[in-house]
Nanobody
Framework: QVQLVESGGGLVQTGGSLRLSCAASGRNFRTSAMGWFRQTPGKEREFVATITWSTASTYYADSVKGRFTISRDRIQNTVYLQMDSLKPEDTAVYYC??????????????????WGQGTQVTVSS
């Protein structure tokens, strides 16, 4: 049983920063890719970033490239999303996800096998 628990969301001003954490448990993630997605009510789920567990190869959505940084700690079994220069458009519920056979990154939400409950990020103007 894989469990993902997000934390670190909150309310920040435009231009501020937040660091999201996703604590992962339940299996060895050596073959996996970890992803961050976000969703606003009434809109489709949007890919944000992904990282392979073994090599830390990363890929970002154009909308966050240069502002967000995804990383992982293999000892702590945690994936992070450092968010800088936040904009109101970044306001969403952010979800951590695992693609079990994620040796290659994917932006397709349907390719991810497990999802966390999400953490709210609100950026005020």
């Amino acid at each position: 049983q894989v469990q993902l628990v997000e934390s670190g969301g909150g309310l920040v001003q435009t231009g501020g920063s937040l660091r999201l954490s996703c604590a992962a448990s339940g299996r060895n993630f050596r073959t996996s890719a970890m992803g961050w997605f976000r969703q606003t009510p009434g809109k489709e789920r949007e890919f944000v970033a992904t990282i392979t567990w073994s090599t830390a190869s990363t890929y970002y959505a154009d909308s966050v490239k240069g502002r967000f940084t995804i990383s992982r700690d293999r000892i702590q079994n945690t994936v992070y999303l450092q968010m800088d220069s936040l904009k109101p458009e970044d306001t969403a519920v952010y979800y951590c996800a695992v693609d079990v056979q994620g040796l290659r990154p994917t932006i397709r939400g349907s390719d991810y096998d497990y999802w966390g409950q999400g953490t709210q990020v609100t950026v005020s103007s």
